[in-house]
Every structure is written in C-alpha cells, then in structure tokens.
C-alpha cells in the first residue's frame, strides 16, 4: 500500500500544480461609470425598390441632439431593380444636395433673395436648392417655400412624388451620445420645429414609400451585429413603419446588443357594417358588410431604437494564490495518508478476528 499511496499523491499533487498554473474567466456585472464615452454605428443597408433621393438617415437621443444632416462618411449608391450597380453613377455622400445649375437667361449680376435665411444680407440665393439649404441651416421649414418661393417656382420644383424603378445602398458610420435614441431612414424631408423632430411629405403618397430592406451589416463598435443578414419584403399595400428595438450592454472589450421588432402596416383592413336590423335581437346584416383599406397617420420608414443598459458585464480572470495552493497540497498528503491507515487497519483488524 505504501507504494500504492505514494504514487496516488504524485498523481493529485500534479493534478493541483496544473489548475494552479491555469487561470478561470468568470463575468462580473458592474455599474457603467463610462457615460461620456462616444457610441459608433457601422450601417449597411439596401433599400431594393427606393430611390438615393428618397433616402435621408437622421438621429436623435433624449438629451436633444438632433442631426438632420449626417455626414460621417456615409455614401449613398444607385441600383437598378435587381440590385446592380448602375454603371457611372457618382457615389454620393448622404444628405448632400447638389445644386442645380444657375438659369443662363438671369441677370449676370442677379441676386436672388434668402428671404431672412441668408449669412449676412449680402447673400445670394439664386437657385431653389440654394434657398433650401439656407433655411435647412436655421431650421426653418421648407415645405411651403417649394410652392411659393419664385427661385422654386422658376425651376418648377415642388413636393415631388416617388419615382420607381431604382434602389438605393446606403452604407457609412457614425458616431452618436451614449445616450438612448434612435437613427432612421423615414419618408419626408426633416426638420426640427419647436424643439420637435418632424418629416414634411405628400401624405397620399405615403403608399409608394416602400420600406423592403436589407441589413447587411449593423454593428456597434466593431462588435458582432445581430441584424446582419436581416432581409424584410413588402408590397406597395402593405407598407408601413419597421421598428428594430436595440438593447446595448457594455462591455469590457465593447459592446453586444439584443433586439426585439415590429411591424406596423400603413394601411389598414376596416370592416363597415350597415346597423341593419335583422329580426329580433339586432343581429348585423352579412349582406351588408364589406371591408376597405384605410390610411393611418404612420410615419413610413425604418427605425432602430437604441436603449443603453446602466451595467457593464466584464470579463474577470483569476487564479489561485499560492497559500491557496499549499493548503491544498497539504490536503492532498494527510488525507491520502488518512485513507491509507484506514484501509490498511481495517483490513488488519479483520484478519486478526478471522484466524
């Protein structure tokens, strides 16, 4: 038994070196004390059956920020409506308008009115998009200008309709408060009225604002995207408002978030009844139901609402200490040798009474 006991020591003393010498990661869940830090969002987007004109990424938080006008390196890429690159197509940056050439019939020396939106009252607004511009700058509203405003007039702009036939990839980053919020892509052209982050579109062309999209990345901070690959289809009549609702944790090495979503159509299946009496009892007349679409006061778009979690979930590695280890040795020796004695003078003790 000795050598049994010897060998059978070795073998947990060898078994205690190696889970000494070896580390545990365990999570550890701590208040976030990092609020001053920056959240960057990486997006790309397709959007099958919707024109670059029509596409317009805003942002805006609890604390107030507003950005109608995000410019951090996001492009915008025409596609034809299979999804190709349309060749020769400039890659424009989001947001950005470009100006319509200046009518040669004018006056060399015209100079057109800001109508109060100018830098100074020297400045020139000589075309539609110039006078656009001037007022999207003191967010002011534009939506009556496009009717009344004689630079808009003369080059016979207005609240457009939707054209078809093109889509739209949309792909960039941006940075935003670490604050909960949201970032969209929504019918409309935006502006903030009275504090109040609004869209001014055609309401009867609402329809034709089809929301099918593709995620092909959404990722925050570099981290694994949980939308990506995401693909939602819709029809002309079904289209309407989707809501991605993100739940960011930090975390030691970044961030992870969960998501929930839904689905709110913009029109909506009403059944109308005639109160026609049949019989006792007031049952409604069958022959007189029928059922229409009606247009709710939705907003079409997509929009990916962001909630900050307070806690942070870090990743801990530990080892043992070496009076840890010691103690452990110890145990190992005096209860291998314990086990021993004891089976050595049971065994003894029952030969001695056997003869």
Sequence with gaps: ?????????????????????????????????????????????????????????????????????????????????????????????????????????????????????????????????????????KGWSTRTLLQTCPQCIREKRGLHTITKGEGCNLSGRMEVNKVSGNFHVAMGESTVRDGRHVHMFMPEDAPNFNCSH????????????????????????????????????????????????????????????????????GIKSKAHEHHHLVQTSLLPGVFFVYEIEPFRVEEVEISSSWGHFMIRIAGVVGGVIAIVGAIEGGFGGGEKNFF
């Design 1 to 137: 038994m000795t050598h049994l006991s010897i060998v059978l020591i070795l073998l947990l003393i060898f078994n205690e070196t190696v889970q000494f010498n070896s580390t545990q990661t365990i999570e550890r869940i701590s208040v976030d004390k990092t609020l001053q830090q920056k959240l960057h969002f990486k997006l790309n987007i397709t959007f099958p059956v919707l024109p670059c004109s029509e596409i317009h990424l805003d942002a805006m938080d609890v604390a107030g920020d507003n950005q109608l006008d995000i410019s951090d390196s996001f492009l915008k890429q025409r596609l034809t409506s299979s999804g190709q690159k349309i060749l020769g197509a400039k890659v424009e940056k989001l947001n950005e308008v470009e100006a319509e050439p200046e009518d040669p019939t004018l006056d060399p020396d015209y100079c057109g009115d800001c109508y109060g939106a100018g830098e100074s009252e020297s400045t020139c607004c000589n075309t539609c998009d110039s006078v656009l511009a001037a007022y999207s700058k």
């Design 214 to 281: 593709i995620i092909h990345e959404l990722t925050l901070n570099n981290s694994n995207g949980a939308l990506n690959g995401y693909t939602r289809y819709v029809s002309s009549q079904s289209t309407g408002l989707f809501q991605y609702f993100l739940k960011i944790m930090p975390q030691s090495q970044g961030y992870v978030y969960s998501h929930t979503e839904r689905f709110r159509p913009l029109m909506i299946d009403v059944d109308e009844g005639l109160e026609a009496m049949a019989g006792v009892g």
